[in-house]
C-alpha cells in the first residue's frame, strides 16, 4: 500500500498568501495518478486537482498541481476566504486507493 | 444534479453488522461507466477508501478490511449497500457513499453528505 505523507500539518496565512502544500509518496505513484481534495467543515471533500497538474471542472485557476514520482505540490496562488480548509491528497495510481492525513490551512 | 445520501443506523455495538444504504437522485446507478464508492473518515483524521460496487454488482474491496465488507446493488431502487461486520470501536468514522468521477473511476466528485456511525456498547 502507498503511504502518503503531507506536510506541513497546520500552514497559518493571511489572505491573499500564497499557500504551498507537499504530498509525499512512500513509492512512486504510477502515471501521475496523484489528486487533491479540499474539504470545510462538515462538508464531504471536494476533489480539486487530477493527474498531479490537472484541475476539476469549475475549480478556480489559483489553484495548481504539479510534481511526479513521489513528491507532488499543491500551490494555492492567493488565497481567498473561501479557500481556508482542508486539504488531502489521493494517489489513484496503486490499489488500495490512499489518502494523505491531510494539510490545514489556517487564517493566520 | 447527482444526489447522494447515506441513511442506516448512528450506534452499533462492537462484533455486530454495520449496514448502511446510499440513495441516489438526479442519476441512474444502471445508466453504466461510474462505480459506486464508500469512504469513511475517521474523526478528526484522513479518508479511507473501503470499495466499490458497479451496476452489474461486480465489486472491489480494500484488502485492509479482511473479509469484513459486502456491497450490494438495487438498481431499481437507485440504491448501493454497504455492510461491515465484526465492528470494533476502530470502526467508528464518518461513512460516505460517492460516484466516481468521469476522469477516473478511482476518483470522486459527487459524494454525500456522510453519516457518523458509533460503535459501542
Known amino acids: 500500500e502507498i503511504v502518503l505523507t503531507q506536510s506541513p500539518g497546520t500552514l497559518s496565512l493571511s489572505p491573499g498568501e500564497r499557500a504551498t502544500l507537499s504530498c509525499r509518496a512512500s513509492?512512486?505513484?504510477?502515471?501521475?495518478?496523484l489528486a487533491w481534495y479540499q474539504q470545510k467543515p462538515r462538508q464531504a471533500p471536494r476533489l480539486l486537482i487530477y493527474?498531479?497538474?490537472s484541475r476539476a471542472t469549475g475549480i478556480p485557476d489559483r489553484f495548481s498541481g504539479s510534481g511526479s514520482g513521489t513528491d507532488f505540490t499543491l500551490t494555492i496562488s492567493r488565497l481567498e476566504p473561501e479557500d481556508f480548509a482542508v486539504y488531502y491528497c489521493?494517489?489513484?495510481?496503486?490499489?488500495?486507493?490512499?489518502f494523505g492525513q491531510g494539510t490545514k490551512v489556517e487564517i493566520k | 444534479q447527482v444526489q447522494l445520501q447515506e441513511s442506516g443506523p448512528g450506534l452499533v455495538k462492537p462484533s455486530q453488522t454495520l449496514s448502511l444504504t446510499c440513495t441516489v437522485s438526479?442519476?441512474?446507478?444502471?445508466?453504466?461507466?461510474?462505480?459506486w464508492s464508500w469512504i469513511r473518515q475517521h474523526p478528526g483524521t484522513g479518508l479511507e477508501w473501503i470499495g466499490h460496487?458497479?451496476?452489474?454488482?461486480?465489486?472491489y474491496y480494500n484488502p485492509s478490511l479482511k473479509g469484513r465488507v459486502t456491497m450490494s446493488v438495487d438498481t431499481s431502487k437507485k440504491q448501493f449497500s454497504l455492510k461491515l461486520s465484526s465492528v470494533t470501536a476502530a470502526d467508528t468514522a464518518i461513512y460516505y457513499c460517492?460516484?466516481?468521477?468521469?476522469?477516473?473511476?478511482?476518483?470522486?466528485?459527487?459524494w454525500g453528505q456522510g453519516i457518523l456511525v458509533t460503535v459501542s456498547s
Open positions: 460517492a460516484k466516481s468521477s468521469t476522469y477516473s473511476s478511482n476518483l470522486w466528485d459527487y
Open positions: 438526479g442519476d441512474s446507478i444502471s445508466s453504466g461507466g461510474y462505480y
Open positions: 460496487i458497479y451496476y452489474s454488482g461486480s465489486t
Open positions: 513509492q512512486s505513484v504510477s502515471s501521475s495518478y
Open positions: 493527474g498531479a497538474s
Open positions: 489521493q494517489q489513484y495510481g496503486s490499489s488500495p486507493w490512499t
